[in-house]
């Protein structure tokens, strides 16, 4: 071998030296005659990055095929979107959508709909506070835009409630909470599940009159679709409850969140079932209640004791959040460390997409709607 210089580089009181080897032999020439080299290389180099151009692509589906041949957090969502697809598709699975965080204010009402009506999934679980949103606009009124940097003291005088740069009347969640106080005027001594609840509210919205826009809860009671809501109780439904139990001691009306559990038990279990699918937007208390049933069926059927077989946790996971593993919080926890606590089955087909999720679940949907028409499965 020898030595070409290329120069110095000073560092404190030392000087280092860099040097390049030019060997007799290229490295490339080295490496063609290494046959176990070059097949070990041929393992990771056989599938090119592609390079899309716009003005080849013609519609959404076509979009995010492309992204998931691209690198980076386009091939996450063009590879959720296919798993996505692939769980839609798959014969006797249940398909689970769990929301947190805020996105009927940030835009995604619309989207969770379509989920719905398209019958793209089985089964809601989501917050209190999404069910209270979805309510705003299921009265005819809106979100509306506003920024980051706004005067927070200015629109906490104002009534105006913001989340980042959504704001909302607050007086349109008091229009919230008359339609909930008359709701509760009917009941007595009721013992109800939530997806019970949110069944009479979303009929009380339409026996009224009062449903003028467009509704997840609407949309859901049309299509036989539960929703389970284990956050109820920190929502404006909560503080509706508490209000009416507090003012009523004996007329009030439990919500029966333990039940809840068993609910969804039996939707699991059920053997119609040949699979599992789940699609995660945020995580938080949704994404853990969802996936803590496999636990919850072992430990009814077991107790403590230790069973070689385990329970068949979910076939499919796809997850949008912008929150990292490395904080240990279960929003940004890996969908492979839930196989861990037997949540999802070994074999199980996972994408993770770190994304918001108002641009990740559009074009998702999108595709999942235009790949499925294009089936004739619309």
């Given at each position: 071998m020898t030595s070409l210089h290329i120069g110095?580089?000073?560092?404190?009181?030392?000087?280092?030296?860099?040097?390049?080897?030019?060997?007799?032999?290229?490295?490339?020439?080295f490496l063609r005659g290494d046959r176990y080299l070059k097949k070990k290389r041929e393992d990771y180099?056989?599938?090119?990055?592609?390079?899309?151009?716009?003005?080849?692509?013609?519609?959404?589906?076509?979009?995010?095929?492309?992204?998931?041949?691209?690198?980076?957090?386009?091939?996450?969502?063009?590879?959720?979107?296919?798993?996505?697809?692939?769980m839609v598709k798959a014969p006797n699975c249940l398909k689970t959508l769990t929301i947190a965080g805020a996105p009927v204010p940030g835009g995604l009402q619309g989207v969770i709909c379509d989920?719905?009506?398209?019958?793209?999934?089985?089964?809601?679980?989501?917050?209190?506070?999404?069910?209270?949103?979805?309510?705003?606009?299921?009265?005819?009124?809106?979100?509306h835009k506003g920024h980051q940097t706004m005067n927070d003291i200015e629109l906490r005088d104002m009534r105006i409630d913001r989340m980042y740069d959504s704001l909302l009347d607050e007086t349109k969640l008091n229009e919230v909470d008359l339609l909930l106080s008359e709701l509760w005027e009917q009941e007595e001594n009721e013992t109800l599940t939530t997806p019970e609840l949110c069944k009479r509210i979303a009929?009380?919205?339409?026996?009224?009159?009062?449903?003028?826009?467009?509704?997840?809860?609407?949309?859901?009671?049309?299509?036989?679709?539960?929703?389970?809501?284990?956050?109820?109780?920190?929502?404006?439904?909560?503080?509706?409850?508490t209000t009416f139990n507090k003012t009523n001691p004996k007329r009030r009306i439990v919500v029966d969140l333990l039940r809840d559990n068993e609910k969804y038990i039996e939707m699991f279990s059920d053997r119609k079932y040949k699979k599992r699918g789940i699609l995660i937007l945020g995580g938080g208390v949704p994404r853990n209640w969802a996936q803590q049933?496999?636990?919850?069926?072992?430990?009814?059927k077991h107790g403590i004791q230790i069973k070689e077989e385990r329970e068949i946790g979910y076939n499919y996971g796809i997850l949008i959040t912008t929150d990292q593993p490395q904080f240990g919080g279960l929003s940004g926890s890996t969908l492979d460390e839930a196989i861990s606590w037997n949540k999802y089955a070994p074999e199980a087909k996972f994408a993770t997409v770190h994304c918001d999720m108002t641009i990740a679940l559009p074009l998702m949907v999108g595709a999942l709607k235009e790949w499925m028409s294009s089936r004739g499965n619309s």
């Open positions: 110095r580089a000073k560092d404190g009181a030392s000087t280092r030296v860099f040097d390049v080897f030019v060997g007799a032999a290229s490295s490339c020439e180099l056989h599938s090119p990055v592609a390079q899309p151009s716009v003005r080849k692509l013609k519609g959404i589906g076509d979009y995010i095929n492309a992204f998931s041949n691209m690198s980076f957090q386009a091939r996450a969502l063009g590879e959720g979107a296919k798993i996505l697809l692939e989920l719905i009506e398209l019958k793209f999934i089985d089964v809601v679980i989501t917050t209190g506070s999404q069910i209270a949103h979805d309510m705003v606009e299921a009265m005819g009124f809106s979100h009929a009380y919205i339409i026996e009224k009159g009062l449903f003028k826009g467009q509704s997840f809860l609407v949309s859901a009671l049309k299509n036989g679709t539960p929703i389970f809501s284990p956050t109820i109780h920190d929502s404006e439904i909560g503080i509706s409850l049933v496999t636990p919850m069926i072992e430990f009814i």
